[in-house]
């Protein structure tokens, strides 16, 4: 790509390749377009020739195809801290990385975002916070193996507890207020589950598994036992 962009003349009178004048940004765009797992491209002259500095994407989740499938038979795409699918990842039995399932999938997988990057970061931040509350306070509810983007804005948590999967569902509507004390807050709802009498019976019972907790419903907040 690089002898490529430095190839030639401007106006047929000046060469490309001339350290002055050769077309760095050309250069840049066509690596970052041409490969995309490149983060980011420096390009400097130093000394009469032109350095390339490239900086890789670090693969931190998953976005795989199916959350059906067994784990070995899933195709899934390493993710960045943006949620930008740069490359197919190699088949993992699990834990490795979080993985993530859902999502706008229409034209393909790769070289896309899974979501729009400030939600992305929002909710992972969620995640964060309700994770957080979790392993804190109920522990042995299990831990979680993955997230799942519904087409309507809805997500859920995975999780793999001891005999049992449950999921912890959520929108991001009352996460991302600006009121830090809103009661409607997934975080402030869920420690409200958590207090209450009737779940606490419900885990101490012999049928105790639970099935799901639902944040998603302004005050209303539904779980279920098995």
């Given at each position: 790509?690089?002898?490529?962009?430095?190839?030639?003349?401007?106006?047929?009178?000046?060469?490309?390749n001339?350290?002055?004048?050769?077309?760095?940004?050309?250069?840049?765009?066509?690596?970052?377009?041409?490969?995309i797992w490149?983060?980011?491209?420096?390009?400097?002259?130093?000394?009469?020739?032109?350095?390339?500095?490239?900086?890789?994407?670090?693969?931190?989740?998953?976005?795989?195809?199916?959350?059906?499938?067994?784990?070995?038979?899933?195709?899934?795409?390493?993710?960045?801290?943006?949620?930008?699918?740069?490359?197919?990842?190699?088949?993992?039995?699990?834990?490795?990385?979080?993985?993530?399932?859902?999502?706008?999938?229409?034209?393909?997988?790769?070289?896309?975002?899974?979501?729009?990057?400030?939600?992305?970061?929002?909710?992972?931040?969620?995640?964060?916070?309700?994770?957080?509350?979790?392993?804190?306070?109920e522990?042995?509810?299990?831990?979680?193996?993955?997230?799942?983007?519904?087409?309507?804005?809805?997500?859920?948590?995975?999780?793999?507890?001891?005999?049992?999967?449950?999921?912890?569902?959520?929108?991001?509507?009352?996460?991302?207020?600006?009121?830090?004390?809103?009661?409607?807050?997934?975080?402030?709802?869920?420690?409200?589950?958590?207090?209450?009498l009737?779940?606490k019976?419900?885990?101490?019972?012999?049928?105790?598994?639970?099935?799901?907790?639902?944040?998603?419903?302004?005050?209303?907040?539904?779980?279920?036992?098995?």
């Open positions: 790509v690089v002898h490529q962009k430095l190839s030639g003349t401007y106006y047929r009178l000046y060469s490309k001339n350290i002055l004048i050769y077309p760095k940004e050309d250069i840049r765009t066509s690596l970052m377009r041409n490969f490149l983060q980011d491209v420096n390009i400097a002259s130093v000394m009469g020739n032109i350095s390339l500095v490239l900086r890789e994407r670090e693969p931190i989740y998953l976005w795989c195809d199916s959350v059906d499938k067994p784990i070995l038979e899933r195709t899934c795409y390493y993710l960045d801290e943006n949620g930008f699918a740069f490359a197919v990842a190699p088949r993992f039995s699990s834990g490795v990385y979080l993985s993530l399932y859902g999502g706008n999938r229409r034209g393909g997988y790769m070289g896309r975002n899974i979501l729009e990057p400030s939600r992305f970061h929002s909710v992972i931040k969620t995640k964060d916070s309700l994770l957080k509350i979790i392993e804190t306070r522990p042995d509810l299990g831990h979680l193996t993955g997230i799942y983007i519904n087409k309507n804005g809805d997500y859920d948590l995975l999780f793999d507890g001891s005999g049992s999967n449950w999921k912890l569902s959520f929108n991001l509507s009352d996460a991302t207020t600006t009121s830090m004390v809103s009661e409607n807050m997934p975080e402030r709802k869920l420690i409200a589950v958590f207090e209450s009737s779940f019976r419900g885990l101490e019972s012999i049928k105790g598994d639970l099935e799901y907790v639902d944040l998603r419903f302004g005050k209303k907040v539904f779980y279920k036992f098995r």
